[in-house]
């Protein structure tokens, strides 16, 4: 199906099925033009997609791991053949750069991989407990499940749940960022295409109204979710008082603490592609620079670099005229706090896209731990410096934010390194990375604020949250006594 210009569809059994809800219109944030739209789904099709996946569970659950499996190997490849259609749907919809798309394609591939090599982790358990008495735990899967996804990474935050959820035998529903349609499309078809059964994999597009309706639904299982805290709040609260499981991954503030030691280049190139890659839109992205002591040849480095850094060629669009607006906003205000802009990147635009969404990198020093810009998630390429004379007030930087997705040291010691990785208080630590995201089969997933409900997304921590212990208790051979335990 073409992509450009589309009446977006929901995907339930297997086919694509025009909703008639309201509709929201999709930009292109790279120039502000109308690409299609999205309907905003209701209750009626949400029922019809729980009902195909509930429908389709007794099947598809009932094969054995290694049968599924198969699925996703020819998936994987077929993402591998279309590599270049689905990273230029990710720069259409998302703005990204081609190359940052492309980078989320791998990361894809990346995750198919470790779904396909479940059946060499995921071993029952057994042991003889008592002479002719064994016990056994199987993983089942629970149902039909739901994954709300954020518009940031459209291909790839849908492959943290899409193949581990569905090889270990759940079915889904998909309901993913109005502002990203597209992407999920053609996974449905590829999925398809590569022999999943209607009713395991389903979309239903929409909004807040779709999210709450999800999180009610008591045929849903488990809920995932990925987004911004204030509703990754909402979303966790919601759907456990629903009594279902639920892991809800939420925003973010991560802390690059740099010590003078660091090595001065490699340091100022990865602050920099961790602040401004993905054009700051990334949960992992360095947003606060807690610079130790005398780190002024490291800026001074990091100016420069930024600089490089051109809207519209190696540096993508924001997602919205109102991203676009906060972020400018966040900025000002700093600057009105007394906070020094080393690099600005407001008012930033692209000859002959105009009516795109685009904000330079920012590089804003002298920044107070107390201001908006210290503390809260800006999601734009911009990086504050707050200035420190040591380690422990480095810490207590750090240690005082809300979230704790990441955080990362730059430093050649090896001891002072470990110090900052025991004492940090995030989920994902780095040395000398400035986006430490953990490859599989590692997990992916925050502490504090950033992260509600117990286990990881991704890796193994995925096959604890979907799927569910069945414990066995077997005796065959007759005894002529019973004991305890008959
Ligand atoms: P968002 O929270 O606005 O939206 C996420 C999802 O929730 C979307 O599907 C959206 O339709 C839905 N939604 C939005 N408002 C809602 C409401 N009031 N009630 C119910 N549902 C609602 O997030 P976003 O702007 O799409 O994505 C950016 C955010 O996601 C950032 O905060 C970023 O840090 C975070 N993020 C976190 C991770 C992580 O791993 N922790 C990964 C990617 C993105």
């Known amino acids: ?18 909703s008639e809800a309201d509709v929201l219109r999709l930009i292109n944030p ?4 109308v690409i299609g739209s999205v309907p905003l789904s209701g209750n009626e099709e949400l029922q019809a997609a729980v009902l195909s996946a509930k429908k389709a569970f007794p099947e598809w659950s009932s094969k054995t791991l290694k049968e599924r499996v198969q699925i996703f190997f020819r998936y994987r490849t077929l993402l591998e053949q279309h590599v270049e259609e689905l990273t230029n749907l990710v720069v259409l919809e998302n703005g990204k750069t081609y190359d940052e798309a492309k980078a989320e394609l791998l990361k894809s591939m990346e995750l198919c991989e470790f779904a396909v090599s479940l059946p060499q982790i995921v071993h029952h358990e057994i042991q003889e407990v008592s002479r002719g008495v064994e016990c056994r735990m199987e993983r089942k899967p629970l149902g039909g499940v739901a994954c709300i996804t954020p518009f940031n990474f459209p291909n790839m935050v849908p492959h943290w ?3 581990n959820a569905l090889v270990l035998g759940n079915t889904m529903i998909l309901k993913p960022s109005e502002f990203v349609p597209l992407s999920t499309l053609r996974i449905a078809e590829l999925l398809k295409e590569a022999g999943l059964p209607d009713g395991v994999f389903n979309i239903v597009h929409g909004g807040k109204k779709l999210v709450e309706a999800i999180c009610d639904h008591p045929d849903i299982e488990a809920v995932s979710f990925v987004g911004s805290t204030k509703v990754a709040k909402i979303v966790y609260a919601r759907a456990t008082s629903q009594l279902k499981r639920c892991l809800a991954l939420g925003g973010a503030k991560n802390h690059l603490i740099v010590l003078p030691d660091a090595h001065a280049q490699m340091t100022a190139d990865n602050v920099v592609a961790s602040m401004a890659g993905c054009a700051g839109q990334r949960c992992m992205a360095a947003s606060v ?24 060629q190696n540096l993508g669009s924001v997602i919205s005229a109102a991203a676009k607006k906060r972020i400018e906003g966040y900025i ?11 690099v600005d990147g ?13 904000v330079g990198p920012t590089i804003i020093d002298e920044v107070r731990p107390d201001m ?31 979230y704790g997705n990441a955080a990362a040291v730059f430093t050649q010691s090896g001891g002072l390194a470990k110090e900052i990785i025991q004492r940090a208080s995030a989920g994902m630590i780095g040395v000398n990375i400035g986006v430490p995201v953990p490859r599989e089969p590692f997990p992916f997933g925050g502490w504090n604020d950033s992260k509600f409900g117990v286990g990881d997304i991704t890796g193994r921590s995925s096959i604890e949250f979907w799927t569910q212990n069945k414990k066995t208790t077997i005796k065959w051979n007759p005894e002529d006594k019973t004991n305890w335990m008959s």
């Open 1 to 18: 199906m073409s992509l450009e210009h589309t009446k977006v569809e929901n995907f339930i059994d297997g086919q694509f099925t025009r």
């Open 30 to 33: 790279r120039d502000g033009t």
């Open 161 to 163: 749940t899409i193949p």
């Open 289 to 312: 620079m807690v610079g130790v002591a005398d780190v002024q040849h490291i800026i001074d480095r990091m100016v420069i670099e930024a600089k490089k850094l051109v809207p519209g």
């Open 332 to 342: 000002t205000q700093a600057e009105n706090e007394g906070a020094k802009i080393l």
């Open 346 to 358: 407001r008012n930033a635009t692209v000859p002959d896209k105009e009516g795109g969404y685009y």
């Open 372 to 402: 908006a810009v210290a503390r809260e998630e800006i999601f734009g390429p911009v990086i504050s410096i707050i200035r420190v004379r040591d380690i422990d007030e480095a810490i207590a930087v750090e240690n005082a934010s809300n």
